[in-house]
């Protein structure tokens, strides 16, 4: 099995986050890989599923760690899932991790090194390797990996006595290594798969998959049924990026259009507005949603309001039920309302009679 639970035996350490992509590794595909890096093995190994999705990732290294003028061969084999986020780590039978003088890792210490690998924003990016542990002239034979001033100021990133190590692998799992992943797993994007990843509980998982939609794959009804399940107000984000992927192609359907508006009626004003700029690239209106957004407009103000306004500019919708359901705003005790609907009938030239009647009041009412 390639993944276990974190746990320690005699034999073979191994420490995995959950696995959160619901797919089973069936065979492997080895790619060669200049890496960039100072690392020799030049090897990413690819898991795949019996459908042939890529599973997770991983990487073989074999490096020295220094310390205290010291070095001692790191051998370890690195993962990440196929989004390129760190999955855990695995030690060969009977390898282990050590410290200062070779010191051996306690169990919670393998624990706490996965931890530290799995945050992507660790201040480790910032920091030089020279920089881990200043070593002043007069005294550079006795500090130990943790001792300086500098050092503490990391201490919070690394495993104590294990600086190096730990911004080694860190660097490694963050490194190019991490974008290889994501462009071979960008390479065998396909609807089905892409329903997989959006299975995933991570909320990362998800994005990275609603950003790989639009321009990479078709979009499916089951796809597209995923997508408008996520434009919600639960999270922002990822409401914000499942609009953004629909397609004008997607946007000319009047099923679609309406899904939308369904949503409209349930979401916040934030969401209200991506939906509004998001019409603007359909090829065209449906009849319902024209009149459904006509109507709502007494209830609109500000930004929605013009917005909303701007998309029928866009379209330039002048059928004769739409401009009255605007021409009737010309009432409005709102002001701001009355002269968005007066401004926006008076440049999108409507036939109909009674529009004209109304923009005639209003004119004569505001001396026009």
Not at 20 to 39: E, H, M
Not at 76 to 103: A, C, D, M, Q
């Amino acid at each position: 099995m390639l993944l276990f639970p974190a746990y320690r035996s005699q034999e073979t350490i191994r420490y995995f986050q959950t696995q959160t992509i619901s797919l089973q590794p069936d065979t492997v595909q080895a790619y060669i890989v200049d890496f960039k890096d100072d690392v020799d093995n030049d090897t990413l190994f690819q898991a795949r599923s019996k459908e042939g999705y890529p599973v997770l990732y991983f990487r073989k290294i074999k490096t020295s760690v220094c310390f205290d003028n010291k070095c001692r061969l790191l051998d370890i084999v690195v993962y990440w899932n196929v989004t390129g986020r760190y999955l855990g780590y695995e030690l060969p039978k009977g390898e282990f991790l050590s410290k200062t003088e070779h010191e051996p890792f306690k169990p919670e210490e393998y624990t706490r090194l996965s931890d530290l690998l799995s945050d992507p924003l660790s201040p480790l990016a910032n920091f030089s390797y020279e920089e881990l542990v200043p070593k002043p002239a007069s005294a550079a034979g006795d500090l130990d990996a943790v001792s300086s001033a500098t050092a503490k100021n990391i201490l919070d990133y690394v495993v104590e006595g294990a600086v190096y190590t730990t911004y080694k692998l860190w660097h490694i799992v963050y490194g190019p290594a991490q974008k290889e992943v994501t462009d071979l797993t960008e390479k065998r994007l396909s609807p089905g798969f892409l329903l997989k990843i959006l299975e995933s509980p991570d909320a990362s998982d998800k994005l990275w998959a609603l950003n790989h939609i639009r321009g990479y794959v078709e979009l499916t009804p089951e796809l597209q049924n995923v997508l408008l399940g996520f434009i919600d107000n639960n999270q922002f984000n990822r409401a914000e990026r499942a609009i953004h992927t629909l397609s004008p192609e997607a946007l000319k359907n009047d099923a679609l259009q309406l899904a939308l508006l369904e949503k409209y009626g349930r979401v916040n004003y934030a969401l209200k507005n991506q939906l509004i700029t998001k019409l603007k690239e359909a090829p065209r209106l449906s009849n319902p949603l024209k009149t459904a957004l006509a109507r709502s407009l007494v209830s609109a103000n500000g930004e929605l309001l013009s917005n909303t306004l701007d998309l029928f500019q866009h379209h330039r919708v002048a059928d004769p039920e739409t401009g009255r359901i605007i021409a009737c705003l010309l009432q409005n005790d709102n002001n701001f309302l009355s002269r968005k609907a007066y401004t926006y009938l008076k440049n999108v030239k409507i036939e109909d009679r009674i529009v004209e009647e109304q923009l005639n009041a209003y004119r004569v009412k505001h001396n026009l």
